[in-house]
Structure formats: structure tokens, C-alpha cells
T-cell receptor
Framework: DIQMTQSPSSVSASVGDRVTITCRAS??????LAWYQQKPGKAPKLLIY???SLQSGVPSRFSGSGSGTDFTLTISSLQPEDFATYYC?????????FGPGTKVDIK | QLQLQESGPGLVKPSETLSLTCTVS??????????WGWIRQPPGKRLDWVGS???????YYNPSLNSRVTISVDTSKNQFSLKLSSVTAADTAVYYC????????????WGQGTLITVSS
């Protein structure tokens, strides 16, 4: 089974900062990776699929990159509504798996 | 617009079976391009994939739950269900029903989630 890790586990940032989150798969998953944003008390929201494809309606300040085992989510200019927890998910094969999450909070 | 709504008892006793239903509106569950499934999240912890099912009944389960979990689909009611047997406090979580695309295995649509507490 494929295991997912993320770093850092949390990051403190200010509005306007560039934020980068890393996700690593325990084995190669090509570009089969998704990123989700979750705010407290809410269901996760899909941001990016296939490693770099922006889901419809998601602001262009979000971008994803990577392939194989190493992936990155970048927020180019952090906005107040972006403070949340971000999860990656391997979408290569069943059983599916999520990373442990990265919490982005206010510095 | 697609909506997913979880329903079920909020409290389950240890050793009993947790049963949840997801009602799908605004779209048909009988589509070959989607899977339907469940994801849970214990309080303060990460998302945990429980399992997925196709409209025709093909199932995929989390190996850590495999012997206790059953997901089924009722196309006549546009619903799918989760049963988790022999629950313990470790099964306390918010349970989300989800739709994922067959081609990408990505969860595009989520229900609002329902908190299930396992306690006597």
C-alpha cells in the first residue's frame, strides 16, 4: 500500500507570503496526486488534481507540481481565507491514502 | 447541483454495528464514471479513506478495516450505505460520504459530514 507524508506539519505565515507545502509518496504514483483544503468544521474542498490541474473555481494563486514521489502545493500570495489545513491524497490506485495534513496559520 | 447527505445515529455502543446512509440528489448514482465512498476523520486527526463502491457494486476497502466494513449501493433509492461492525472508541469520527471520478480517483464532491461517537 502507498503511504503519504507531508512537510511541514504546520507553517505560520502572513498575508501576502508565498507558502510551499511538500507531499511525498512511498512509491511512484506518476502524477496521480490531489490536494484538498479543509477549514475547521467543514468538509474538505478539492483544489488540485493530477498533480497540477486546478479545479474549476479555485483561485490561480494555488498551483501544484511534481511527479513520481515528490509533489508541491504553492500558494503564491497568501490571502486571509487561505488559513486552513491542506491534505494531499494519492490517486494512483486503491487503497487510497491521505497525507497527515499541513496547517497554515497566521503569523 | 449534486448534493450528498449523510444520515444515521450519532451514537453507537461499543461492539455494535455503525450504519450510515448517503442520499444523493441532483445526480444519478447509476453512472459508470463515478465511484461513491466514505472517508472519516477522527477529532483532530487526518482524513482516513474507508472505502469506495461503483454503481454496479464493485468495492474497495481500507485494508485496516477490511474485515469490519461493508459498503453497498441502492440504485432504486439513489443511496449508498456504510456498515462498520464491532466498533470501538477508535471509530469515533466525522464520517463523510463522497463521490469520486473513476478516471482520476479524486474526491470532487463531499457531504457535510456527520459525527459518530462510539460510547456506552
Amino acid at each position: 500500500d502507498i503511504q503519504m507524508t507531508q512537510s511541514p506539519s504546520s507553517v505560520s505565515a502572513s498575508v501576502g507570503d508565498r507558502v510551499t507545502i511538500t507531499c511525498r509518496a512511498s512509491q511512484g504514483i506518476s502524477s496521480w496526486l490531489a490536494w484538498y483544503q479543509q477549514k475547521p468544521g467543514k468538509a474538505p474542498k478539492l483544489l488540485i488534481y493530477s498533480a497540477s490541474s486546478l479545479q474549476s473555481g479555485v483561485p490561480s494563486r494555488f498551483s501544484g507540481s511534481g511527479s513520481g514521489t515528490d509533489f508541491t502545493l504553492t500558494i503564491s500570495s497568501l490571502q486571509p481565507e487561505d488559513f486552513a489545513t491542506y491534505y494531499c491524497q494519492q490517486a494512483n490506485s486503491f487503497p487510497l491514502a491521505f497525507g497527515p495534513g499541513t496547517k497554515v496559520d497566521i503569523k | 447541483q449534486l448534493q450528498l447527505q449523510e444520515s444515521g445515529p450519532g451514537l453507537v455502543k461499543p461492539s455494535e454495528t455503525l450504519s450510515l446512509t448517503c442520499t444523493v440528489s441532483g445526480g444519478s448514482i447509476s453512472s459508470s464514471i463515478y465511484y461513491w465512498g466514505w472517508i472519516r476523520q477522527p477529532p483532530g486527526k487526518r482524513l482516513d479513506w474507508v472505502g469506495s463502491i461503483s454503481y454496479s457494486g464493485s468495492t474497495y476497502y481500507n485494508p485496516s478495516l477490511n474485515s469490519r466494513v461493508t459498503i453497498s449501493v441502492d440504485t432504486s433509492k439513489n443511496q449508498f450505505s456504510l456498515k462498520l461492525s464491532s466498533v470501538t472508541a477508535a471509530d469515533t469520527a466525522v464520517y463523510y460520504c463522497v463521490r469520486l471520478h473513476v478516471a482520476t480517483l479524486v474526491h470532487h464532491h463531499w457531504g457535510q459530514g456527520t459525527l459518530i461517537t462510539v460510547s456506552s
